[in-house]
């Protein structure tokens, strides 16, 4: 138990919480005060046998200031859910709608381009912050500026701090839209108090976080959101070398019928062209196509401009990074060093930090595991239902996720779920032909869900199954 092992530790005058990291010495006296051995050795060796894999990336020419110009912000916008982020971004849109190319499809992009009196501004389009998160854990942030949502009827709520906490760690300037404020029930002051609460002074307090009050549904205050959007970019100096060649930033990705693997990029710097050999991810590929969010085929793409992709070997993940290669030899030399390294990486398990870890893997002998292959419609659904996953709390089950990918069930997965003994988890995701068939011949099971909450529940409960047959 967490305090008899805090007051163990007083004894030995080690003073430390339940999460804080001790000495390996400390801990392994401690154990064996309890007749138990430090089972982390095995570990700790593994980790120095691992090899030092550094990823090499292409060559790329010098980013001359000369050539430097001016480009446009790339926003995030976040908030408590129902507080009007898509409201938001659909209203930014609708004024931007491309008068009836004919025969255009719309593509979604991952990202919108708005223009609004001859200012440009692109906007991420996953509202929330899962994507966001994700890129940032992947140091492949592309956003300048971020936007929190707090409505005027409602205040700030717990994933308006959530959010808030997310863009104060990434340093990155703030602007905060108060929506909703054609409601009668609109209460900004309560907001601003709100927020000071919570250690934000907005400028209308005197103090430095821009504030503008928005209505998505009537359109006002959207032209003021703009422009002090582009003030905020103004200040920050935002600026792109389109002569380099193209690097970019992956913000969605999918496996599209016809089309194969498409990745809904922002390019961070450069200029991107149909022909160009890219490298991202693991992934390379000569770029097929560049389609914009109005359907139509660029022949370039420049720094904060959105586009879909065409011509990858596969979908690369949320945040990875894209850069041009030579050739497509090259390019592909790159992605097969890469994904040796990933497979490397998930050969050597974590290091032992923190004490917790340590006494979970005391137990560990006695927990069961359960196993998934996750497969899903999009790169960005799969992470958050990993996630989502890894957030059931058990004491005695370990999740473990064997894959997490794109597409349909096929017969390797199948295969791979036979000899892991795992559980087929298929989110808006459809099993091939025969498949089912094989699955029951090798003891699969495969579960087929398009609504989240359903499948976390049904998890959940099968967690929970599990942990009675351990009583
Ligand atoms: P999200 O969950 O943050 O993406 O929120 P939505 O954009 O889906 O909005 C949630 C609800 O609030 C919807 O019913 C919207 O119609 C409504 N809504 C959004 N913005 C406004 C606004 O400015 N005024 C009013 N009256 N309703 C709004």
Excluded at 275 to 301: H, P, T
Excluded at 318 to 326: E, F, N, R
Aim: hydrophobic share 40%; proline share 4%; net charge negative.
């Amino acid at each position: 138990k967490p305090n008899v092992v805090v007051s163990e530790l007083m004894k030995m005058r080690v003073f430390a919480s339940i999460t804080q990291s001790i000495a390996a010495d400390k801990c392994e006296a401690l154990l064996k005060s309890r007749g138990l051995k430090l089972v982390a050795d095995k570990r700790e060796k593994k980790e120095e046998s691992k090899p030092v894999v550094k990823l090499s990336e292409p060559e790329q020419p010098e980013d001359k200031e000369a050539d430097r110009v001016a480009r446009p912000p790339i926003v995030a916008v976040m908030g408590h859910v129902d507080h009007g982020k898509t409201s938001l971004l659909d209203a930014l849109r609708d004024t931007n709608v491309v008068a009836g190319e004919a025969g255009a499809i719309t593509q979604h992009t991952g990202a919108s381009m708005v223009e609004r009196k001859g200012m440009k501004v692109t906007f991420l389009d996953t509202p929330g912050h899962s994507a966001f998160s994700a890129m940032r854990q992947r140091g492949a942030d592309v956003t300048d500026i971020c936007i929190l949502i707090v409505a005027a009827d409602d205040g700030v709520n717990a994933q308006t701090k959530e959010a808030l906490k997310i863009i104060m760690d990434s340093e990155r300037p703030l602007i905060i839209a108060i929506n909703k404020m054609d409601l009668p029930t609109a209460n900004p002051d309560r907001v601003f108090t709100e927020l000071q609460n919570l250690g934000i002074l907005t400028e209308e307090w005197g103090g430095d976080y821009g504030v503008v009050k928005i209505s998505a549904k009537t359109g006002d205050g959207l032209d003021e959101l703009i422009e002090r959007i582009h003030l905020e970019s103004e200040l920050n100096e935002l600026q792109g070398n389109p002569r380099l060649p193209g690097s970019f930033v992956v913000v969605e990705s999918e496996l599209e019928q016809g089309m194969g693997a498409t990745a809904n990029v922002v390019i961070k710097n450069g200029t991107l062209k149909p022909g160009d050999a890219v490298i991202c991810g693991e992934f390379y590929g000569k770029v097929k196509a560049l389609v914009d969010s109005n359907g139509k085929r660029l022949k370039k793409a420049g720094p904060s401009d959105a586009v879909k992709l065409l011509g990858l070997n596969g979908p690369p993940e949320v945040g990875a990074k894209g850069l041009t290669c030579k050739n497509e030899r090259e390019a592909k030399v790159f992605a097969d060093e890469r994904v040796h390294a990933l497979r490397q990486e998930k050969l050597v398990k974590p290091r032992v930090t923190s004490l917790e870890d340590l006494l979970s893997q005391v137990n560990e002998e006695e927990k069961k595991v359960y196993k998934v292959l996750i497969k899903s419609d999009t790169r960005g659904t799969g992470e958050a239902i990993e996630s989502e996953l890894r957030a059931i709390e058990s004491e005695k089950i370990n999740l473990e996720v064997i894959t997490n990918a794109v597409g349909s069930i096929s017969n390797a997965d199948v295969q791979q779920a036979s000899a892991a003994g795992a559980e087929i988890i298929g989110f808006h995701s459809r099993v091939n032909p025969g498949i089912n068939k094989v699955a029951k011949q090798v003891n699969v099971e495969i579960k087929l869900y398009s609504l989240i909450y359903e499948l976390i529940d049904e998890a959940r409960e099968c967690m929970t199954g599990l942990l009675d047959k351990t009583h």
